[in-house]
């Protein structure tokens, strides 16, 4: 029992992250696909994203925001440059789709329906992300 449900979480895991590789998804109203394909170039102290702007726009999310959440994730600084995003450090290309992957998820998925067209709005302190196809609001942590 133990391996068998060890066995389908894995499973389960790994079709959710081929699905979510592949930008495919149920097709829900109001889905639409997202398919975020990072241009690395890595250098012996530093990794840059050549397409950033383009990967930020195609989530439609500031890319200094998105910026933040890969350097506090990372944990390596670094800063935008007109397109590119250049971290101070080594990250491998598989943790660069790790991280746009995570970021995905809490920032950009909505948790109810798993549609994209979604928008974070600050109310006071606190931000939510609010879903543009079935109108939920769920916090989320400022970063
Ligand atoms: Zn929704």
């Given at each position: 029992m133990g391996v068998e449900l060890r066995s389908k979480e894995a499973y389960l895991k790994l079709l959710d992250y081929v699905l979510s590789h592949l930008g495919k998804r149920g097709s829900k109203v109001g889905d639409r696909l997202i398919e975020l394909k990072p241009s690395i170039i890595q250098e012996s102290k530093q990794t840059i994203i050549t397409n950033f702007s383009h990967l930020a726009e195609l989530l439609s999310r500031d890319s200094e925001h998105l910026a933040r959440f890969i350097f506090k994730e990372s944990g390596k600084p670094g800063m935008i440059e007109g397109e590119r995003l250049v971290i101070s450090g080594k990250v491998s290309p598989d943790e660069v789709a790790k991280l746009l992957q995570m970021y995905f998820r809490e920032?950009?998925?909505?948790?109810?329906?798993?549609?994209?067209?979604t928008a974070i709005v600050s109310e006071k302190r606190f931000r939510f992300i609010t879903c543009e196809v079935c109108g939920a609001k769920n916090p989320v942590r400022k970063i």
């Open positions: 920032f950009v998925k909505c948790p109810v329906c798993e549609g994209v067209d």
